[in-house]
């Protein structure tokens, strides 16, 4: 038996007292029935998952704006569907208001610089394209 100091129970380690276990993000349950198949309950995941994996392959197909431009809408479009629906399954990560700020922001620059790429540029805000031009 190992000695315990501060009265506690003999045997247990003292470490992590406070976390006991992870607690679900709110939100986090099943987008569908529990009998429902594996995709239809994580519909709102396999959805964004699935604009975005269409957005790769756009890319890849030598179309890099509008490439971008999906994979950032699908990532506005996981901060919408964290917005509004009660339960969106494995896509809650974090608490609602982080998830949204997280996937919104992401969403929002991915969206502002496929917009702004070089050459011909679709959107030309001037103090961006000073940043633009300094990260290049």
């Known amino acids: 038996m ?3 100091s501060g009265g506690g129970r003999p045997g247990r380690s003292r470490r992590f007292q406070l976390t006991r276990d992870t607690a679900r993000p709110e939100g986090g349950g099943r987008a569908a029935p529990g009998d429902a198949p594996a995709p239809a309950r994580q519909w709102p995941l396999l959805t ?3 604009v975005t994996g269409l957005g790769l392959l756009v890319v890849s197909l ?3 704006r509008v490439g971008t431009l999906l994979i950032g809408l ?3 479009g996981g901060a919408v569907l964290r917005w509004a629906l009660p339960s969106v399954g494995m896509l809650a990560v974090r608490s609602r208001f982080t998830d949204m700020i997280t996937y919104g922001g992401l969403g929002a620059a991915i969206l502002l610089l496929s917009l702004m790429a070089q050459p011909h540029p679709w959107l030309k ?3 961006l394209e000073d940043v633009l031009h300094f990260t290049v």
């Open 48 to 50: 964004v998952l699935g």
């Open 74 to 76: 699908a990532m506005v």
């Open 125 to 127: 805000i001037p103090f």
């Open 2 to 4: 190992r000695a315990e």
């Open 62 to 64: 030598d179309a890099f």
